[in-house]
């Protein structure tokens, strides 16, 4: 299966690859984005010959994660060229760019290591974009001898970027649209389940159907709803977004609750609404918080100031909505 | 405070720059423009401090505060002591998810 397209003994060995998806890579696929042994999606790293690559064909890098080589892959249909795929953990180009692992030191490590030079007679490394945070070109070249042309951000984008010989500049930007988020939220899910399970049969026995219910709505709100609304929701700050879409969802709850006891006292009654109104918006706003890390456009100043900024208030509401729930629980259990 | 995206830490020197035009090119968001005799800065507010700017300025005209920006993982670096959250394997990662 494993054919070497080299006839040179000391060279070493270069690895076949196709332009085509099969249902297993699919499968691999639908498996990253829903979370399923999550670092475990990756290739060998090394050079692979894509189609039947000459010493004058081009040289793409990429990662090891099996999402950015397929991509890569799939994108030149039809190319005959060597891919330099770089050892990530498995990690995609952005984000192991952004750890130094799609760095400078790990692409000339394996330009040495392929011997690349005796490979082909060009000088040129044609880098993902979005490589750029880990990757200096400048060093690349001076340790080298490859000049790395930084591609488009889209592999989708290689075969009018080879065409043309440049990128537009909207090849060269960023979005974060709904499908990019919808992408998102599968594995984000998976990671609360079993957590929010838990809470979910707690309260439930606890303190009944409605307060288990509230839990998973706030959750559910952090995880699924707050990347599909996100940019629809009011203020720049996640934690901000997130604590308006938590009232909302929380709000049919505590009016629930408020209206469910007629008879009672009014301050219990209202006491009943803020048992949802102080701990649930804090929940779906740290979950919005923690979603900052999966955008394309959060800068870490930003983060940290939300950071300080909300999460004193998210601990201090949901704190104190505890402690008001566990009042109200006695003041019921000692009123009769 | 609605928006702590304000302000960045990007700070770039007009003075050192030598035209190469990689800043354009790498910035996912078209925070530079290539012009004349040196690059401008044109959307300060749009960057995400990526630091590819940086890296790739031959010159060191440009300057940004980069590192891991995971609300996760600098809750977890606060609360543990440590100076700086930091992605990778156990024991140095601040996240969940050591690779």
């Known amino acids: 299966m494993m054919s070497d397209t080299n006839a040179n003994p000391k060279q070493p060995h270069i690895q076949p690859a196709t332009s085509s998806i099969t249902l297993a890579n699919r499968w691999d696929h639908f498996l990253a984005r829903w979370g399923v042994n999550r670092s475990g999606h990756r290739i060998e790293p090394g050079l692979y010959a894509l189609g039947h690559p000459t010493a004058d064909s081009p040289v793409f890098v990429t990662a090891n994660y099996t999402l950015s080589f397929d991509a890569l892959r799939s994108a030149l249909a039809g190319i005959d060229g ?55 070109a400048h060093e690349v070249k001076r340790r080298s001898g490859f000049k790395v042309e930084y591609g488009p951000v889209r592999a989708a984008d290689l075969p009018e970027y080879l065409k043309t010989g440049r990128a537009t500049p909207e090849m060269r930007r960023v979005h974060f649209t709904l499908r990019d988020r919808l992408v998102l939220i599968p594995v984000e899910l998976v990671a609360v389940l079993l957590p929010m399970a838990i809470a979910a049969v707690a309260l439930f026995l606890l303190l009944g159907p409605l307060a288990a219910a509230g839990a998973v709505a706030a959750i559910l709100a952090g995880v699924v709803l707050f990347p599909i609304l996100l940019p629809w929701l009011p203020t720049h700050d ?17 009016l629930s609750t408020f209206w469910r006891n007629p008879d009672a006292t009014w301050w219990l009654r209202a006491g009943g609404a803020l048992t ?59 009123g009769g | 405070m609605f928006n702590a995206y304000m302000s960045n830490t990007l700070q770039y020197d007009p003075a050192l720059c030598i035209n190469c035009g990689l800043c354009s090119i790498v910035c996912p968001h078209a925070v530079f423009a290539p012009d004349d005799r040196v690059a401008r800065l044109v959307r300060p507010d749009a960057c995400m401090e990526c630091g590819a700017c940086q890296l790739n300025c031959p010159t060191g005209a440009i300057t940004v505060d980069s590192g891991v920006g995971c609300a996760a993982a600098m809750i977890y670096a606060a609360l543990a002591g440590k100076k700086e959250p930091v992605c990778g394997p156990e024991p140095e990662s601040s996240c969940g998810y050591s690779s």
């Open chain 1, 82 to 136: 060597y891919i330099m795929v770089l050892d990530t953990l498995g990690i995609n180009v952005w984000c192991a760019a952004g750890k130094g692992t799609f760095g400078t030191d790990e692409l000339v490590r394996r330009i040495e290591a392929a011997a690349l030079d005796k490979v082909v007679n060009h000088r040129v490394l044609i880098l993902p974009q979005l490589g750029a945070p880990g990757v200096a």
């Open chain 1, 238 to 254: 996640f934690s901000s977004k997130g604590f308006i879409l938590g009232g909302a969802v929380a709000l049919p709850f505590a």
């Open chain 1, 276 to 334: 949802y109104l102080l701990p649930l918006p804090p929940v779906t706003a740290f979950l919005a918080l923690n979603f900052t890390g999966s955008t394309t456009f959060t800068s870490r100043s930003g983060v940290r100031r939300e950071i300080f900024t909300y999460v004193p208030a998210m601990a201090w509401m949901f704190g104190i909505g505890i402690v008001l729930t566990i009042v109200l629980v006695l003041a019921r259990v000692w």
